[in-house]
């Protein structure tokens, strides 16, 4: 084998060990994006959230009752919904609760095996703690 073949094995082992890191890192650092499932959400994957008409929604802005509460509401918006590495959307829901508060929660989920939450959904929320609600379709 001459210098230049050699070189040029030498350089495409070299290219290949470093995309498969830079792969291997990428994959390691995308995982760690998605937000854990919260205890007692009885979800296994991010992928299923909405299956069923039943969504794990982080609550990122207002305020939810206490742990157990059960409250209605109605979808106001649908925003941010673009897909990240993994193919999961982290779509921003307004939902205008029954008691006249509004709260946003992200709908972490993918979009191609289940649908966002649309303006005119009805849920009734199931409060997991400060941060987390069951929201189950009841109608729109």
């Keep these: 084998m001459t210098y230049q073949a050699k070189s040029g094995a030498r350089w495409l082992f070299g290219a290949l060990l470093l995309g498969a890191s830079a792969m291997l890192s990428y994959k390691g650092f995308a995982d760690t994006t998605q937000p854990p499932i919260p205890p007692g959400a009885q979800l296994a994957s991010w992928y299923d959230n909405g299956h069923g008409g039943r969504y794990v929604l982080q609550v990122i802005q207002g305020r939810i009752p206490t742990a157990g509460w059960r409250v209605a509401g109605v979808v106001k918006s649908d925003t941010n919904c673009d897909p ?4 999961l959307s982290h779509c921003h829901n307004a939902i205008e609760l029954s008691n006249g508060r509004q709260i946003t ?9 289940n649908r966002c939450l649309k303006p ?3 849920l009734t929320l199931t409060v997991v703690d400060p941060s987390w609600a069951m929201g189950t379709l009841s109608g729109g």
């Design 84 to 87: 990240d590495a993994q193919g």
């Design 120 to 122: 005119g959904d009805r």
């Design 105 to 113: 929660v992200v709908d972490t989920h993918q979009m191609m095996r």
